[in-house]
């Protein structure tokens, strides 16, 4: 309680400091007070004295009091559509749970290829894979799924934290963390924060980024990286053991524990595969993606396959809509009050001046906004933080908008792995205990790095491909 006091006290301490400094020459008094009570909430998120919605709801609260946001426009982003696509994937992750679907299919790919360690790898990442579009809680995939299961087959293979850690375990667990963060990266649905990306980008560049533009943009460096990860795990971390005799037949012994497939299992893969169709193909049938959202759990609802009681206790989903709605309408008003301009104005300005052209200062950009990642415990932070900021630089020293809006929308995500506290998961497997914290950072420094070189190598050219730029 003292600790949260002390934290608190210091999020209001650095509020009142920039609230108090002189606005920086040709910027707006209303707007630098505005970037006060937006950095205090930052800062709020970094340190989390209170739990981020808390914060966040904290800060509009203050904003409102202290006159620089009207009431109708703090609350403004609780009725965001993408507020409500989020928290309609939430619930479609919850169907999933609950019918024991997930579980099913990461079970179903162990039996199927899960022959030795490294195939056990390729198996919990395709089934990360697998789920990920419908499981917008990175959290909820890696610790309400898939950290059972590894944590099962781990001790079934006599390995524990400590001394026996390195036999499979630290391995598996790694594995996991790695693959959560690429697949949070290749779909919008993937990971809680990545709507929010989608509104910063409208809001600051005027770029529209759709579920399926986000897709097709992520998936081919994306499947690259989930085929070259778990090898490269395997050699710069190899477990003991390199047959996994058991694997197979404990998850054989679990799925005959679980019978035939459920009818409640037939109908979320029958809206799972429903709503991936009109996601996808929104271009084509102009379907507004949180309608499809919207109509999946009417649907789970109408089948029982949920009931409002789920929907009610579904705190994940409530929770970010309080802080995702009020970042939101933060930078709504950031926005409008020309704060953004004019910082992308003057850094964009600078670089210029400077004689760098786009793509080397596009570059630099990119690897202060990855590696600045080490002093955040929020990925959601981090992009409410610098996400923006980082976008209209880019745009303002020439980058494409839509190729740096995809650019720093992927790596928001692909930079996780970089701490043992990077991201949602991590508390739930770095807690376990397997891995020490040099080797997580060490590994995660190596793992990023490759991605980083996956993603703007392979995958520039796939934009390019693809018209991004």
């Given at each position: 309680?003292?600790?949260s006091?002390?934290?608190?006290?210091?999020?209001?301490?650095?509020?009142?400091?920039?609230?108090?400094?002189?606005?920086?020459?040709?910027?707006?008094?209303?707007?630098w007070?505005l970037?006060?009570v937006?950095a205090?909430i930052?800062?709020?998120f970094?340190?989390q004295?209170?739990?981020?919605?808390?914060?966040?709801?904290?800060?509009?609260?203050a904003?409102?009091l202290?006159?620089?946001?009207?009431?109708?426009?703090?609350?403004?982003?609780y009725?965001?559509?993408?507020?409500w696509?989020?928290?309609c994937?939430?619930?479609l992750?919850?169907a999933?749970?609950k019918?024991?679907?997930?579980?099913?299919?990461?079970f179903?790919?162990?039996?199927?290829?899960?022959?030795?360690?490294?195939?056990?790898?390729?198996?919990i990442t395709?089934?990360?894979?697998?789920?990920?579009?419908a499981?917008?809680?990175?959290?909820?995939?890696?610790?309400g799924?898939?950290?059972?299961?590894?944590?099962?087959?781990?001790?079934?293979?006599?390995?524990?934290p400590?001394?026996?850690a390195?036999?499979?375990?630290?391995?598996?667990?790694?594995?996991?963390?790695q693959?959560?963060a690429?697949?949070?990266?290749?779909f919008?649905?993937a990971?809680a924060?990545?709507?929010?990306?989608?509104e910063?980008?409208?809001?600051?560049a005027?770029?529209?980024?759709?579920?399926?533009i986000?897709?097709?943009?992520a998936?081919?460096?994306?499947?690259?990286?989930?085929?070259?990860?778990?090898y490269l795990?395997?050699?710069?971390?190899p477990p003991?053991?390199?047959k996994?005799?058991f694997?197979?037949?404990?998850a054989?012994?679990?799925?005959?524990?679980?019978?035939?497939?459920?009818?409640?299992e037939k109908?979320?893969?029958a809206?799972?595969v429903?709503?991936?169709?009109?996601?996808?193909?929104?271009?084509?049938?102009?379907?507004?993606?949180?309608?499809?959202?919207?109509l999946?759990?009417?649907?789970?609802?109408?089948?029982g396959?949920?009931?409002w009681r789920?929907?009610?206790?579904?705190?994940g989903a409530?929770?970010?809509?309080?802080?995702?709605?009020?970042?939101?309408?933060?930078?709504n008003?950031l926005a409008?009050?020309?704060?953004?301009?004019y910082?992308s104005?003057?850094?964009?300005?600078t670089?210029?001046?400077?004689g760098?052209?786009?793509?080397?200062?596009f570059g630099?950009l990119i690897l202060?906004y990855?590696?600045?990642?080490?002093?955040?415990a929020?990925?959601?932070?981090?992009?409410g933080a610098?996400?923006?900021?980082?976008?209209?630089?880019?745009?303002?020293?020439g980058?494409p908008?839509?190729?740096?809006?995809?650019?720093?929308?992927?790596?928001s995500?692909?930079?996780?792995?970089?701490?043992?506290?990077?991201?949602g998961?991590?508390?739930i497997?770095?807690g376990?205990?397997?891995?020490?914290?040099?080797e997580w950072w060490?590994l995660?420094?190596?793992?990023?790095?490759v991605?980083?070189?996956?993603w703007?190598?392979?995958?520039?050219f796939?934009?390019?491909?693809?018209?991004l730029w």
């Open positions: 309680m003292i600790k006091k002390k934290k608190l006290f210091y999020v209001f301490l650095i509020g009142v400091l920039l609230w108090f400094c002189p606005s920086p020459s040709g910027l707006d008094l209303f707007a007070h970037f006060a937006f205090a930052i800062i709020g970094i340190l004295p209170m739990p981020i919605g808390a914060v966040a709801f904290t800060g509009v609260t904003a409102v202290l006159g620089v946001m009207t009431v109708k426009s703090a609350i403004s982003g009725g965001n559509s993408t507020i696509l989020i928290i994937a939430f619930l992750a919850r999933f749970i019918s024991g679907l997930g579980k099913r299919i990461a179903f790919i162990i039996k199927t290829i899960g022959k030795s360690s490294l195939t056990l790898g390729y198996a395709f089934s990360d894979f697998i789920i990920s579009p499981t917008p809680s990175s959290t909820a995939r890696a610790g799924i898939i950290y059972p299961i590894i944590q099962s087959l781990s001790a079934a293979l006599g390995s524990e400590g001394v026996t390195r036999k499979f375990g630290a391995y598996i667990m790694q594995i996991e963390y693959a959560n690429i697949t949070c990266a290749m919008m649905t990971m924060g990545n709507p929010l990306i989608v910063l980008a409208e809001k600051t005027d770029v529209h980024i759709t579920w399926g986000w897709a097709a943009a998936i081919v460096p994306g499947i690259i990286s989930l085929i070259v990860m778990p795990l395997y050699k710069l971390f003991e053991i390199g996994m005799p694997a197979r037949k404990m054989d012994d679990e799925l005959r524990k679980m019978g035939k497939i459920s009818l409640n109908i979320v893969i809206v799972f429903g709503a991936l169709v009109l996601w996808s193909t929104s271009g084509l049938t102009d379907m507004d993606a949180t309608a499809v959202g919207m999946t759990v009417v649907v789970l609802l109408l089948t396959v949920l009931n789920d929907v009610l206790d579904e705190k409530w929770d970010t809509m309080f802080w995702m709605g009020s970042l939101i309408a933060l930078a008003a409008k009050s020309g704060f953004i301009k910082l104005t003057n850094v964009g300005n670089i210029l001046q400077a760098i052209p786009w793509v080397p200062a630099i202060v990855v590696y600045s990642h080490y002093g955040f929020s990925v959601s932070a981090h992009i610098m996400y923006a900021a980082f976008l209209g630089v880019a745009v303002a020293v980058a908008p839509l190729l740096a809006a995809i650019t720093f929308a992927v790596l995500n692909l930079m996780i792995p970089l701490t043992h506290y990077g991201g998961a991590a508390p497997l770095f376990a205990g397997y891995v020490s914290q040099a060490k995660g420094f190596i793992i990023t790095a991605n980083i070189l996956i703007l190598g392979i995958g520039g796939w934009w390019k491909l693809c018209g």
